[in-house]
């Protein structure tokens, strides 16, 4: 552990509203240990023992986190910060109660609709030749997996976290990402289907195109049919 991280002291916590105050208290430490991007934090025991708290209630603190882009948890390594936090920074956690999948993946999929494909009109503005290298990349590997297997998810979401960085508006990748994850939270599964939005393949590299021409209404509505075909492939898979 740094020096700096040693010195900035974590208190435990009194009893009432554990998680919300958790997440406060680490938000605070980060801030006043000067961790910066790329270092790692304490261990849910360091921070479980420092903080009074369950190590349960720190998991939930690190999910929270990592929704909003926060940090990155690596297996067998450790949580490493992503990107400098204060106590003062905007957190906007998302929830929708509701016992009905379809309405939920539906809801979720309504708000993304707008986000995502602004997301695609600013990128189509804002993207600089390196962001269209990376995109591209992301593109190709995708292109080449789904080829291969038929289906490629983990290569489809780089390919859209790509293009969500080439905005240069850091709110649009926490925010889109915690739309994935609501997805994946209420529909554990949905993407081992490999018949799953497969349609909107081609989209894909239309997209990428709209973006690197810097066609901010093409964007836009490349990112509509992707969508579009994952809304009816919801309906089909809920009925």
Do not use: C
């Amino acid at each position: 552990m740094s020096d700096h991280v040693a010195r900035a002291a974590l208190l435990p916590l009194p009893p009432a509203d554990r998680v919300r105050q958790a997440t406060a208290a680490l938000a605070d430490f980060i801030e006043r240990a000067k961790l910066v991007a790329g270092e790692r934090l304490p261990t849910e025991r360091e921070l479980a023992v420092a903080l009074g708290v369950g190590r349960s209630t720190i998991r939930e603190v690190i999910r929270h986190f990592q929704a909003l882009g926060v940090v990155e948890a690596r297996k067998g390594s450790g949580t490493y910060l992503l990107r400098a936090i204060s106590a003062a920074t905007v957190h906007m956690p998302l929830s929708l109660e509701t016992t009905h999948l379809r309405e939920v993946l539906l809801k979720t999929l309504e708000v993304r609709r707008g986000i995502e494909a602004e997301a695609g009109m600013v990128a189509a503005r804002m993207r600089t030749p390196q962001d269209l290298k990376t995109i591209e990349e992301k593109l190709d590997e995708m292109e080449r997996v789904h080829l291969s297997k038929g289906t490629s998810g983990p290569e489809d979401l780089a390919f859209h976290l790509a293009i969500y960085d080439a905005t240069h508006n850091p709110l649009f990748k926490q925010l889109l990402e915690q739309m994935r994850e609501a997805f994946e939270r209420f529909w554990e599964r949905p993407f081992d289907r490999p018949d799953f939005a497969r349609r909107s393949f081609p989209f894909h590299r239309t997209l990428f195109n709209a973006i690197a021409d810097g066609d901010p209404e093409a964007a836009r509505a490349e990112t509509l049919k992707i969508l579009a075909i994952v809304e009816e492939d919801i309906k089909e898979m809920s009925k």
